[in-house]
T-cell receptor, first 112, second 116 residues
């Protein structure tokens, strides 16, 4: 009953460091998503993968890259972290686009 | 482009009172609509969805929402709230016409505080 699993749950980085956020789903979903959540801003889509082998930019892709490693896994990479990327990051998945999305518990990322 | 406006950023309400959380969307095409709930330090959970059919949609935890196409609204209601309903609620819309991407657009959220 894991659903969508995100690792790590918390991370503190220094400006300029890189890191990869991991996401895995066990529901055999085709579509996966990365969002960031900032106070008063709702959720904003960073990147998504409509199906295995495809990725597309969302609303706020700058400073991020993604990899759809296989059907289960979708990672988000920050190549050179900036304080503006301090946020809570959520991974989600759905059977297909426009269907209800299932969310992980988030990664709380602070960049000093 | 589609957008979602949640008209109230915070809604305080006394326990056992009714509540309505308002959501309006802008889209000139057919849409699917969703309400999600987020409890502190957790991810979002689906409360209910409108895909087609009856405009009154019932969800989990006693919530319901009514789709009003002419007013482009999808307000969330509960007749009697509990302390455990204290959370942040997000309205979301997706265009299903095929003219654009099928991605969800979220509102900025409404924080519901239930007062004992």
């Amino acid at each position: 009953n894991a659903g969508v699993t995100q690792t790590p749950k918390f991370q503190v980085l220094k400006t300029g460091q890189s890191m990869t956020l991991q996401c895995a789903q066990d529901m055999n979903h085709n579509s996966m998503y990365w969002y960031r959540q900032d106070p008063g801003m709702g959720l904003r889509l960073i990147y998504y993968s409509a199906s295995e082998g495809t990725t597309d930019k969302g609303e706020v892709p700058n400073g991020y890259n993604v990899s759809r490693l296989n059907k289960r896994e979708f990672s988000l990479r920050l190549e050179s972290a900036a304080p503006s990327q301090t946020s809570v990051y959520f991974c989600a998945s759905s059977v297909q686009e426009n269907q209800p999305q299932h969310f992980g518990d988030g990664t709380r990322l602070s960049i000093l | 482009a589609q957008s979602v406006t949640q008209l109230d950023s915070q809604v305080p309400v006394f326990e056992e009172a009714p509540v309505e959380l308002r959501c309006n969307y802008s889209s000139s095409v057919s849409v699917y609509l969703f309400w999600y709930v987020q409890y502190p330090n957790q991810g979002l959970q689906l409360l209910l969805k409108y895909l087609s059919g009856s405009t009154l949609v019932k969800g989990i935890n006693g919530f319901e929402a009514e789709f009003n196409k002419s007013q482009t609204s999808f307000h969330l209601r509960k007749p009697s709230v509990h302390i455990s309903d204290t959370a942040e609620y997000f309205c979301a819309v997706t265009d299903i016409s095929g003219a654009g991407s099928y991605q969800l657009t979220f509102g900025k959220g409404t924080k519901l505080s239930v007062i004992p």
